[in-house]
């Protein structure tokens, strides 16, 4: 009887044993079969308490306490929620030990935002007048395009972002201070059948040292808020790149001093979009948080050159992360991440493509003459695209979300109610009339815009001028015409026309609604 008692004890804890090695701590290692060595990022509440999870006699001010030094923007202080969306990816604080670079990553799933947190130790001052956070993804193996938002009002979704980088006013310090910066990932289905161990990106923070700013050919002589670009930040200095300006309130936009029409039309933008309505805007997250202090994110594109002669760049960190939702995310060498689900809100399985057909009225071998342009049309393909939602996130659970108020619009920068471009004794001519008050206008950067529904047989507004397709120079040769001269405008985005799709993203729990705008590239395929 006892030798019966004996083995059904072994035999016990044999399955309690095997148990148990599926239940892994926080700040734990795995040992996987490949001979990878795991970490699970140590997990703790960031809504309570008064200092990170650090050894006795390390005492770090969580970077929203009173006291302690903090150098970014406010809204990063307060829009912290759980109940919000936010959600625990990365952290390398621990109760056990202090590793370097000392970091926290906070995911907002509602609104698709990654928000990283990094805490430079005290030490020697580095000299600097802003601070670089970028983004940067290993392209070298299938590379996922998670970085398709940031850095643009409109998206090519043709090309593939591997960098987005924002600079902000900030500097450095000899005393421990907390640095930030956020980032809007785009959703890839794809994500899940991408490896974790070739599909990861990288979080470089630097100080950049530098004299002045030039926006838009004006010295500013200072960044006064935080400027985004699809570039390193080594590669600002001495050169000029296209970028977006972030205005998270109203009172950022007047602190730039922008000419007035551009100061109002971003205000009401700012409004609208907190009203759940786009207007203003190609590009931008608004609402989703239950504090006073709503969330925005509101861009308006700009070009920045940093210019001076102590012009230099510290890095101080530079860690890889392995990117939520990879295959085989729980064995890689170092942090897996703890939140797993794939990123971002919202994607089109394709970019938009368009037809551009033009009827010709004269014989074979003519050139279409200024009537047959005038007679030109755009046609969108609507089974080139799908609009599709993170199925993680866009869902029936308690803590899943729908998708209310699904917006298409066609934004057209040129005023395509002018006459047509024409020839008139050796020049070219255009003469733009006035929008007509019917049309449904909006002020977008410094342009007065067009909005249309996609109608019904998917042609759009569009009239052809000699600054956007030229028919004239790539399209005669010896009045006759050949379509040979506008392969090179094939797989191009088209000119002047923008898709915009906007949306509102409703949590199943009662958390604050997120309204969401973005715009892409249509892509001309067919030229008939």
């Known amino acids: 009887m006892k030798s019966k008692n004996y083995i059904l004890i072994l035999a016990l804890l044999a399955v309690f044993s095997s148990c148990k090695k599926e239940l892994i701590a926080p700040g734990s290692v795995i040992t996987s079969t490949s001979n990878k060595s795991t970490i699970v990022p140590y997990s703790f509440d960031w809504e309570l308490g008064d200092y990170m999870p650090a050894p006795a006699g390390t005492n770090i001010l969580v970077p929203w306490a009173s006291s302690a030094n903090r150098s970014f923007p406010l809204i990063y202080t307060t829009d912290i929620k759980k109940t919000d969306g936010w959600e625990l990816v990365y952290n390398t604080f621990d109760v056990n030990q202090f590793t370097q670079p000392a970091y926290f990553i906070l995911y907002n799933k509602y609104r698709g935002l990654f928000r990283g947190y990094f805490y430079l130790t005290p030490g020697a001052t580095i000299p600097s007048s802003n601070i670089s ?5 290993d392209v070298s193996n299938n590379p996922a395009p998670i970085l398709s938002y940031s850095a643009k009002e409109v998206s090519n979704l043709s090309i593939k972002t591997p960098v987005t980088s924002t600079v902000q006013e900030f500097k450095t310090s000899s005393t421990g201070t907390w640095y930030a910066a956020e980032f809007e990932m785009a959703y890839d289905p794809a994500i899940v059948n991408k490896d974790a161990n070739s599909t990861k990106m990288t979080w470089a923070v630097n100080s950049v040292n530098t004299t002045n700013i030039i926006l838009n050919g004006t ?5 006064k808020g935080t400027i985004t670009q699809s570039a390193p930040s080594s590669n600002l200095l001495g050169s000029t790149i296209p970028g977006l300006m972030t205005f998270p309130v109203e009172g950022a936009i007047d602190s730039w001093d922008l000419p007035d029409v551009i100061t109002k039309a971003l205000k009401t933008g700012l409004t609208s979009g907190l009203g759940g309505v786009a207007k203003n805007v190609l590009n931008g997250i608004f609402g989703g948080s239950s504090e006073t202090s709503q969330y925005a994110n509101l861009t308006t594109s700009a070009d920045i050159q940093m210019s001076g002669t102590a012009t230099d760049v510290y890095q101080l960190q530079n860690p890889s992360l392995v990117i939520p939702g990879t295959l085989g995310q729980d064995n890689v060498s170092g942090y897996t991440p703890l939140y797993k689900d794939p990123l971002g809100i919202v994607a089109l399985t394709s970019a938009p493509i368009v037809d551009l057909n033009v009827p010709t009225y004269g014989g074979d071998g003519d050139a279409p003459s200024e009537t047959d342009w005038d007679s030109a049309t755009v046609t969108l393909d609507p089974n080139s695209y799908q609009i599709i939602f993170n199925p993680s996130v866009i869902n ?5 979300a729908t998708i209310q ?7 057209s920068f040129k005023n395509y109610t002018s006459p047509l471009t024409v020839y008139h004794y050796g020049s070219y001519q255009t003469v733009d009339s006035p929008v007509p008050d ?3 206008k909006e002020q977008i950067d410094n342009k007065t815009v067009i909005i249309d529904e996609i109608p019904a047989n998917y042609l759009i507004p569009f009239r052809l001028h000699v600054d956007l397709f030229d028919p004239y120079s790539v399209g005669r040769s010896a009045r006759t015409y050949s379509d040979d001269g506008l392969d090179n405008l094939r797989g191009k985005a088209m000119p002047s026309t923008v898709l915009r799709i906007s949306f509102d993203v409703v949590p199943n729990n009662g958390a604050p609604k997120s309204t969401i705008i973005k715009a892409f590239n249509l892509i ?3 030229y008939n």
């Open 219 to 223: 010295s500013k002589g200072a960044i």
């Open 438 to 440: 019917s049309k449904t």
């Open 524 to 526: 001309l395929k067919n």
């Open 396 to 400: 029936s659970s308690p803590t899943g």
């Open 133 to 137: 956070h970028s983004l940067t993804q």
């Open 405 to 411: 108020n699904l917006k298409q619009q066609i934004v």
